[in-house]
């Protein structure tokens, strides 16, 4: 008669390497999950309403969520520079007026119809 290996174990050692791997599988889903919902948050947090419009357009949270991370890994991916002045804004700045920036802002009251 086969006595193997497990029916020679008593309860109690069965129990000592049972418990510890249920355990630790346990721990691995507990924490896969806080994972997956810090990663949401974030997501959430960072695109705002965009967040909540992917879902809806791909029908599943997992994919609108790997969509999401796409763009911002190329987002990140860009070198994104500020842009050089433009005369416009240098004027500005420098406190100068150009013709057309020299409206006053008065209106005065037209008192012929056809002027409209």
């Not at 860009?78 to 020299?102: D, K």
Request: net charge positive; with cysteine.
């Amino acid at each position: 008669m086969y006595t193997g290996t497990l029916l020679a174990m008593s309860t109690g050692t069965l129990l000592a390497i049972i418990i510890p791997i249920v355990v630790v599988i346990a721990l691995v889903a507990l924490i896969a999950m806080a994972v997956s919902r810090m990663r949401s948050k974030r997501l959430r947090e960072r695109f705002g309403p965009e967040y909540e419009r992917t879902v809806e357009g791909s029908g599943d949270r997992r994919t609108a969520e790997r969509e999401l991370r796409d763009r911002e890994r190329r987002h990140d991916s860009l070198e994104i520079r500020p842009l050089p002045p433009s005369p416009a804004s240098a004027t500005h700045a420098s406190g100068t007026t150009s013709s057309r920036s020299s409206w006053t802002g008065r209106r005065t009251r037209c008192t012929t119809p056809t002027a409209w």
